[in-house]
């Protein structure tokens, strides 16, 4: 086969992907930066539920601490991950670093997994040896309702940024600390029927947090995932279509797709009429690369191009 009939994203101009790297670095940068400062955030939270938890005796409040210890975890992970996955692509990258933003993402499920088991044991070992209730005041209630209204305020900046930034990690996190409101809502309920006379509630909400916690996780697994797993990023079927529709192709096949949402790749085999000339089949190439890109939203698009005759 001749070498003409083969054309990739080598033979572009490497200035036609500076800004798009650029723009990524300047993403990257803007993630950290919000996650630096909610990391700051989470361990105040944390400090005031171990003190809240501590006084009042309360399995419910430690358990909020340690969900919320795990937002703190996760902020580091978080940072250290996207510190890799800025790193623009090189030889031995050649698709970039982003995955290790995802992995990050997946690493944090995982946190939580261990938050929720964490949780129902030490929920059942209260509800089996009968531990003594807790004791909240009016005053502990009211610094764990400002927390949650804290992370409230988190969670939507976070969930924000991330579909602004395209971030897993952001739009995973925010998941978390949304989570976090949840199980600090939990609490106030368990600590308010404790009040009222039911000394069990305490636990039994901690098990309704454990289910809260392990639903966010599960969540998390699903975007991550398929993306770990190189589950193809868009329909075939449409990329049939779209390359298909470029003037001068023939017939498609071999089409292959990776990545996230609005960053895959995809690479595709078009046949072209053996008569056709390599400057006008390098410009039908283009034009599938261009289109393809285009209306499925693909960080970048590769095509082979081979006469039919030969198939």
């Given at each position: 086969?001749?070498?003409?009939?083969?054309?990739?994203?080598?033979?572009?101009?490497?200035?036609?992907?500076?800004?798009?790297?650029?723009?990524?670095?300047?993403?990257?940068?803007?993630?950290?930066?919000?996650?630096?400062?909610?990391?700051?955030?989470?361990?105040?939270?944390?400090?005031?539920?171990?003190?809240?938890?501590?006084?009042?005796?309360?399995?419910?409040?430690?358990?909020?601490?340690?969900?919320?210890?795990?937002?703190?975890?996760?902020?580091?992970?978080?940072?250290?991950?996207?510190?890799?996955?800025?790193?623009?692509?090189?030889?031995?990258?050649?698709?970039?670093?982003?995955?290790?933003?995802?992995?990050?993402?997946?690493?944090?499920?995982?946190?939580?997994?261990?938050?929720?088991?964490?949780?129902?044991?030490s929920a059942a070992l209260r509800l089996i040896r009968g531990a003594p209730p807790p004791d909240p005041g009016t005053t502990a209630m009211i610094?764990?309702?400002?927390?949650?209204?804290?992370?409230?305020?988190?969670?939507?900046?976070?969930?924000?940024?991330?579909?602004?930034?395209?971030?897993?990690?952001?739009?995973?996190?925010?998941?978390?600390?949304?989570?976090?409101?949840?199980?600090?809502?939990?609490?106030?309920?368990?600590?308010?029927?404790?009040?009222?006379?039911?000394?069990?509630?305490?636990?039994?909400?901690?098990?309704?947090?454990?289910?809260v916690v392990a639903h966010s996780g599960y969540q998390i697994l699903r975007r991550t995932v398929p993306v770990l797993v190189d589950q193809a990023?868009?329909?075939?079927?449409?990329?049939?279509?779209?390359?298909?529709?470029?003037?001068?192709?023939?017939?498609?096949?071999?089409?292959?797709?990776?990545?996230?949402?609005?960053?895959?790749?995809?690479?595709?085999?078009?046949?072209?009429?053996?008569?056709?000339?390599?400057?006008?089949?390098?410009?039908?190439?283009?034009?599938?690369?261009?289109?393809?890109?285009?209306?499925?939203?693909?960080?970048?698009?590769?095509?082979?191009?081979?006469?039919?005759?030969?198939?």
């Amino acid at each position: 086969m001749s070498a003409w009939w083969r054309k990739s994203a080598a033979v572009r101009p490497p200035a036609t992907r500076r800004p798009r790297e650029w723009g990524d670095v300047e993403r990257q940068r803007r993630v950290r930066r919000i996650l630096f400062w909610i990391l700051w955030a989470n361990l105040a939270l944390v400090a005031v539920k171990v003190a809240v938890g501590w006084v009042i005796g309360s399995l419910s409040v430690l358990g909020d601490a340690a969900h919320s210890g795990t937002d703190a975890l996760n902020n580091v992970i978080a940072l250290t991950a996207i510190y890799f996955a800025a790193a623009p692509p090189d030889d031995t990258h050649p698709y970039g670093h982003g995955k290790f933003e995802t992995l990050g993402a997946f690493v944090i499920a995982g946190f939580l997994s261990i938050t929720c088991f964490e949780l129902l044991r030490s929920a059942a070992l209260r509800l089996i040896r009968g531990a003594p209730p807790p004791d909240p005041g009016t005053t502990a209630m009211i610094i764990l309702a400002g927390t949650m209204l804290v992370n409230v305020a988190i969670a939507y900046y976070e969930r924000r940024r991330g579909r602004e930034y395209r971030s897993e990690l952001l739009i995973a996190d925010a998941r978390h600390t949304q989570a976090d409101v949840w199980v600090t809502l939990a609490v106030l309920a368990g600590l308010g029927l404790v009040r009222l006379g039911w000394g069990q509630a305490d636990a039994v909400l901690a098990v309704l947090v454990a289910v809260v916690v392990a639903h966010s996780g599960y969540q998390i697994l699903r975007r991550t995932v398929p993306v770990l797993v190189d589950q193809a990023a868009v329909d075939p079927s449409r990329v049939y279509e779209v390359a298909s529709a470029v003037e001068g192709v023939e017939s498609v096949w071999g089409v292959r797709s990776r990545g996230r949402p609005g960053e895959g790749f995809a690479e595709l085999t078009v046949r072209v009429h053996p008569a056709t000339q390599v400057r006008q089949a390098h410009a039908i190439a283009d034009e599938v690369e261009r289109r393809v890109a285009a209306e499925l939203n693909l960080e970048d698009v590769v095509v082979h191009v081979e006469p039919s005759e030969l198939h």
